[in-house]
């Protein structure tokens, strides 16, 4: 008979999985999405990196962020690389958060298509967000910075106000902003 696998075990087993579907989504590709109803910005250009991952999957590692992302892209990720303690907040609760990410990871492709919906100026308890775009099965969070990248996901719709996206266009990074200084009179 063999063991069933702990929490930690399978948790490790997903984050392998989840940093392949990130990579595949985000990390070589920009996204511009643009909707007749934003009113704080014209449209946002979506451009992620290894190291916002890390706060996507919910737990913890003293590795850096961008180290902890490779760990898992090349499946050498340990499980003493991680874990469920963060200061203010109980180990139950943590893992209960973890859970609903990994639920959640499975949907993060359909947040980034023109069925989604999208709020600007997105809060939601403790998190402030430039834009939170929901697919309905789960929502997910970007910074507020000049290219936005993913803060905060969270399981199912969370936002209050969400409009359609008129136009989103996926370009490899390092075509975007060329294809944009051809096309940006289109978006005024």
């Given at each position: 008979?063999?063991?069933?696998?702990?929490?930690?075990?399978?948790?490790?087993?997903?984050?392998?999985?989840?940093?392949?579907?990130?990579?595949?989504?985000?990390?070589?590709?920009?996204?511009?999405?643009?909707?007749k109803?934003?009113?704080?910005?014209?449209?946002y250009?979506?451009?992620?990196?290894?190291?916002?991952?890390l706060?996507l999957?919910?737990?913890?590692?003293?590795?850096?962020?961008?180290d902890?992302?490779?760990?898992?892209?090349?499946?050498?990720?340990?499980?003493?690389?991680?874990?469920?303690?963060?200061?203010?907040?109980?180990?139950?609760?943590?893992?209960?958060?973890?859970?609903?990410?990994?639920?959640?990871?499975?949907?993060?492709?359909?947040?980034?298509?023109?069925?989604?919906t999208?709020?600007?100026?997105?809060?939601?308890?403790?998190?402030?967000?430039?834009?939170?775009?929901?697919d309905?099965?789960?929502?997910?969070?970007?910074?507020?910075?000049?290219?936005?990248?993913?803060?905060?996901?969270?399981?199912?719709?969370?936002?209050?106000?969400?409009?359609?996206?008129?136009?989103?266009?996926?370009?490899?990074?390092?075509?975007?902003?060329?294809?944009?200084?051809?096309?940006?009179?289109?978006?005024?």
């Amino acid at each position: 008979m063999t063991n069933p696998k702990s929490f930690k075990e399978r948790v490790k087993e997903e984050l392998i999985i989840n940093a392949q579907i990130y990579q595949n989504i985000f990390l070589n590709y920009q996204y511009l999405v643009f909707s007749k109803h934003f009113t704080t910005r014209k449209y946002y250009i979506i451009s992620a990196e290894k190291d916002n991952f890390l706060h996507l999957t919910g737990v913890n590692s003293k590795l850096k962020a961008s180290d902890f992302f490779d760990k898992c892209i090349n499946e050498t990720l340990n499980e003493t690389d991680f874990n469920f303690i963060k200061k203010g907040q109980n180990e139950k609760n943590i893992k209960g958060t973890v859970r609903r990410k990994i639920k959640a990871f499975s949907n993060i492709a359909n947040l980034i298509t023109n069925k989604a919906t999208v709020e600007e100026n997105f809060t939601k308890n403790n998190i402030s967000c430039s834009l939170a775009t929901t697919d309905n099965s789960c929502t997910l969070g970007f910074t507020n910075t000049k290219s936005i990248r993913p803060k905060s996901l969270m399981n199912g719709n969370q936002t209050t106000n969400p409009y359609p996206i008129d136009i989103l266009l996926r370009k490899p990074k390092s075509e975007i902003l060329s294809y944009l200084a051809r096309r940006l009179p289109l978006l005024k």
